[in-house]
């Protein structure tokens, strides 16, 4: 690669050479996804007779509101489900897991954590950290969890005893901040299929931030009852504002619209303003940004692995989620990063990211992003918190070769680094 706009060392460019052309299987295998889910998608909006008269929005109560009421429906045929959520009144993913918990847990019910510590922002929603701020726990609903095996993967046989009695089985799908291997949508089919088998009743719902369109199915396509997601991620393809989506068994999602509204009012009210066309045209886009991001995803982890470094997961490896984590060793090697990163980023590419104490994460953490909505990690951003094994995670990129250049800046800028301190 030739590169007139950027100042990345000849080697660095031919390894970068070396790192793509042996993920061109890998890259394949993206492509594929993106065109079924492409078609997908197409289907959905084809199917419901989504008309411009959809793409705009109300005001006030919002009672009537085509637009909102039908991109539910669009959601729930992708996600291969009886009904969904969607909205931008979700301020976060947190928020949207959240209102799905409340929603349908009530005081003296088990839940069950199936892939061991939630994600961070879960810790005090659940009640595992802080006290008396309203959690789960302060309700009366209690948890337990389920650790991972040594090697990362699921222990099915300790989840099916520890699903015994339980309201609901909680699994989150994506490795988050940790090392461990992320689940994909068959393993979570076999072992809901299995959970079920002695507990019939139980509530499974998955945390499925980051997976939305990585596989071609989704967890509601092999048995899970609620999933979860964040639209300034993968389903909202880059374009969405802000907003989340609950989707899955229609009784359940009746439940937490009354929680995300109010009992009785429930999802008839919910002014869709004027966001309706960017979520309608960001879940249009979501399977070819996802993809872009995957590809982002696998360059940077066949380009480190070459370099030496330890990525989770490798380059070849099967991906059912868009992050990748990298364990650079050093608190300097994890700043450089992260400062390559924004500097190659088309928002504020000339600011220096640092360490800082973020709410609802219990160490500090570094973020790179120069996005055009603030915080999205579908476009390229990393972040890291800053404790051992001083691990970055690197997520998104609204195309490839933007999302390339990203990492070939940050990788420039932790070599440069390395050599000044030779
Ligand atoms: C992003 C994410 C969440 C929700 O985080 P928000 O920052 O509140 O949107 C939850 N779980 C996982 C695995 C996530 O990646």
């Known amino acids: 690669m030739k590169n007139q706009f950027f100042i990345v060392s000849p080697q660095l460019l031919a390894l970068a050479n070396e790192a793509e052309q042996r993920a061109a ?4 295998r993206i492509e594929a996804n993106e065109h079924y889910n492409g078609q997908k998608v197409l289907s959905a909006f084809i199917n419901n007779h989504i008309s411009a008269a959809h793409l705009s929005g109300t005001t006030g109560y919002g009672y009537d509101d085509r637009g909102r009421d039908t991109l539910d429906r669009v959601f729930a045929q992708i996600f291969g489900c009886e009904d969904a959520l969607v909205r931008h009144n979700f301020m976060s993913g947190t928020h949207a897991l959240t209102t799905a918990l409340f929603g349908v847990l009530r005081p003296g019910d088990v839940m069950v954590s199936l892939t061991g510590k939630p994600y961070d922002t879960l810790e ?6 802080g006290q008396g701020g309203g959690s789960l726990k302060d309700w009366g609903v209690s948890y337990r969890q389920v650790e991972l095996k040594e090697d990362g ?7 099916i005893t520890a699903c015994k009695g339980a309201k609901m089985a909680y699994l989150q799908r994506s490795r988050g901040y940790s090392l461990r291997p992320s689940v994909t949508v ?3 089919g076999e072992l809901c299929s299995r959970i079920k088998a002695e507990n019939p009743d139980i509530i499974f719902m998955v945390d499925n931030c980051y997976g939305e369109f990585v596989e071609q199915k989704e967890p509601t396509d092999v048995g899970a009852d609620l999933i979860v997601g964040s639209l300034i991620k ?3 393809g880059g374009i969405a504002k802000t907003g989340g989506y609950i989707a899955g068994r229609a009784d359940l999602i009746t439940l937490c619209a009354n929680r995300l509204s109010s009992p009785g009012v429930g999802r008839e009210v919910g002014c869709s303003l004027d966001e309706l066309r960017s979520l309608y045209l960001g879940i249009y886009l979501a399977p070819t940004v996802t993809a872009a991001a995957l590809k982002t995803a696998v360059f940077a982890a066949s380009l480190l692995e070459l370099m030496g470094y330890q990525v989770y997961p490798r380059a070849m490896e099967e991906r059912t989620d868009i992050i990748t984590g990298i364990c650079l060793g050093s608190p300097e090697k994890l700043v450089r990063f992260c400062q390559g990163i924004q500097s190659a980023s088309p928002i ?3 600011a220096l990211p640092e360490p800082w104490d973020m709410p609802g994460y219990d160490s500090q953490v570094i973020m790179a992003a120069g996005a055009f909505t603030m915080g999205a990690s579908i476009e390229l951003s990393a972040d890291a918190p800053m404790r051992e094994p001083y691990a970055v995670w690197l997520q998104g990129g609204l195309t490839y070769p933007t999302g390339k250049m990203g990492i070939l800046s940050a990788v420039q800028r932790m ?8």
């Open 25 to 28: 299987d890998a890259f394949a």
């Open 124 to 129: 005090e929603v659940i009640g595992i950290r």
């Open 153 to 159: 993967t699921l222990d099915a046989d300790a989840c």
């Open 186 to 188: 068959t393993e979570i």
């Open 234 to 236: 993968n389903p909202g």
């Open 348 to 350: 504020d590419a000339f």
């Open 415 to 422: 070599l440069s680094q390395e050599q000044t301190a030779l």
